[in-house]
């Protein structure tokens, strides 16, 4: 089985103390809301400024921003206009999540870029990612028989027992414009994903990935 830390820097976030021991990574996604409610109020320097809504120190918040607690926002992090954050979101330090972006019940490392309209569900990204505009982390098995998310771990499927489940990116991975992943992908640390790039399963860490569809141009009749 993988390790999360394989991912991310589990001790460099504030947050750190929701790792714990994790049988698999993506149990971690179940311990968000819990979290947040409970040591929320705790942490030094943050301040509750709705119902099971905590941020830190130098937090920008735009006001047309929604933001659905429980939520943690670490300090000096940017949520820019039209966001929305539900279903226990935590945001790390330094992160800036771009005009008209959705993070719903996800984790996100320090210093990481949610540029604008992107789409970030049921997932864990580390630090130091850049998401570049319309990157899509898709969280659901839409039309399919078995609902169940699995994920590849050494060319075996493995099942999560999640019906969502979008990705795992490790730290130092950029994925260009209007990226999707499908549900259950993997992505290790320092990886590029070039634009347009259908991603699915397994990517291991410190490469790059491209994506070449054969372009046809033909005379009007």
């Not at 991912?7 to 504030?14: G, I, M, N, Q, R």
Request: proline share 5%.
């Amino acid at each position: 089985m993988i390790k999360l830390n394989d991912f991310l820097d589990e001790k460099s976030v504030f947050y750190y103390q929701i790792f714990g021991y994790l049988d698999k990574p993506w149990d971690i996604l179940e311990r968000i809301e819990e979290f947040i409610t409970s040591k929320g109020p705790n942490i030094e320097d943050f301040k509750e400024i709705q119902k099971n809504v905590f941020i830190g120190k130098g937090v920008d918040i735009n006001p047309s921003s929604e933001i659905q607690g429980p939520v943690l926002i670490g300090k000096n992090s940017k949520i820019g206009p039209g966001v929305l954050l539900r279903g226990g979101v935590i945001i790390g330090e330094n992160c800036n999540i771009g005009h008209g972006s959705e993070v719903k019940r996800s984790i996100v490392g320090n210093n990481t870029n949610v540029a604008h309209l992107n789409y970030v569900g049921d997932s864990i990204l580390g630090n130091n990612i850049n998401l570049a505009a319309g990157v899509i982390l898709a969280n659901y098995k839409s039309g399919a028989k078995d609902l169940m998310i699995y994920v590849d771990i050494k060319g075996r499927k493995v099942n999560t027992g999640l019906e969502k489940f979008g990705a795992l990116i490790g730290d130092k991975v950029t994925l260009g414009s209007n990226v999707v992943t499908n549900p259950g992908t993997l992505i290790g640390k320092n990886t590029l994903i070039y634009p347009l790039t259908p991603v699915h399963g397994n990517i291991p860490a410190n490469k790059i990935v491209k994506y070449k569809p054969h372009l046809e141009i033909v005379d009007k009749k």
